[in-house]
């Protein structure tokens, strides 16, 4: 895997099968690490997505997660998912211009292509380490050559598309594009910046949505993000409801059963 490539200032770990890189972000952190490092490894034999999920994590996709430290609250550093979107949606554009119109960002960290999900973020932190440092885990995977059959959300992956590519050459891209971007966001009043950027390519901007959390669903529409990264939605009544977690639907698509586990 010499392919793979970190950007000057991030150490980078690259493994050929792993439980999940996000854990090995997690031991690398409790072994005393202190430096920023991307963990990248192709395959994941325990790979897990947002909400207690399963990430089915086969040879062939990009499975990556960035140990990195904040001065920011644990709050900002969520809004993070937001940074890590907008890189990942730069890299496949950097990489195939024609998708340039075909790839969305949807709430609260899916990265679309036509519509379909190719990539998923899981962002996870840790105790803080001493002062001013948070520890973040920022863990995403690309569907990059395959995507899993059935899934709760349309899947698709970047071969699938018309960008054929193999995992390195985006991890290289999307490295570079995230230190761009979290230069952006760590910078003061940094969100604003990335909060109006994600806006510009959000799906399903202005229009109706069901968000769900659990066994519980809101309909509205979706207006904008707010400046903590919560998704707005104003309901019938009129009145703006701030989610801060839960899955999106948007109007038309199937919804799965409430019960669904699978990613
Ligand atoms: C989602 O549910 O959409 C988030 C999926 C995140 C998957 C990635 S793959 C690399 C990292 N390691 C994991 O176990 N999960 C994340």
């Known amino acids: 895997m010499a392919e793979f490539t970190a950007p000057d200032g991030y150490g980078l770990v690259l493994l050929d099968q792993v439980d999940s890189t996000n854990s090995e972000a997690a031991r690398l952190l409790a072994s005393g690490a202190t430096d920023p490092t991307w963990i990248v490894a192709k395959e994941q034999l325990a790979g897990r997505g947002r909400r207690g999920r399963d990430w089915a994590s086969t040879p062939g996709n990009l499975y990556s997660s960035l140990l990195l430290f904040t001065d920011r609250s644990l709050g900002d550093a969520a809004t993070l998912s937001f940074v890590v979107a907008l890189a990942l949606r730069d890299a496949i554009v950097d990489i195939s211009q024609d998708l340039a119109e075909r790839v969305t960002l949807k709430w609260p960290n899916d990265v679309l292509v036509d519509g379909k999900k190719v990539a998923g973020i899981l962002l996870e932190s840790?105790?803080?380490?001493?002062?001013?440092?948070?520890?973040?885990?920022?863990?995403?995977?690309?569907?990059?050559?395959?995507?899993?059959?059935?899934?709760?959300?349309?899947?698709?992956?970047?071969?699938?598309?018309?960008?054929?590519?193999?995992?390195?050459e985006l991890f290289n891209v999307y490295a570079a594009n995230f230190d761009r971007w979290y230069n952006k966001w760590a910078a003061k009043d940094g969100f604003d910046?990335?909060?109006?950027?994600?806006?510009?390519?959000?799906?399903?901007?202005?229009?109706?949505?069901?968000?769900?959390?659990?066994?519980s669903e809101i309909e509205g529409r979706f207006e904008t993000l707010d400046e903590k990264g919560r998704l707005i939605l104003v309901d019938s009544n009129n009145k703006k409801i701030p989610i801060t977690a839960g899955?999106?639907?948007?109007?038309?698509?199937?919804?799965?059963?409430?019960s669904s586990t699978s990613r």
């Open 247 to 258: 899955d999106i639907f948007f109007s038309g698509a199937d919804k799965p059963p409430q």
């Open 193 to 215: 910046n990335v909060r109006t950027s994600w806006l510009n390519h959000a799906a399903g901007k202005g229009k109706p949505i069901t968000a769900r959390f659990g066994t």
């Open 126 to 168: 840790g105790n803080k380490i001493e002062a001013g440092a948070h520890p973040v885990i920022i863990g995403c995977g690309v569907n990059c050559t395959h995507h899993p059959a059935s899934t709760r959300y349309p899947a698709t992956n970047l071969a699938a598309a018309g960008a054929i590519r193999q995992p390195f």
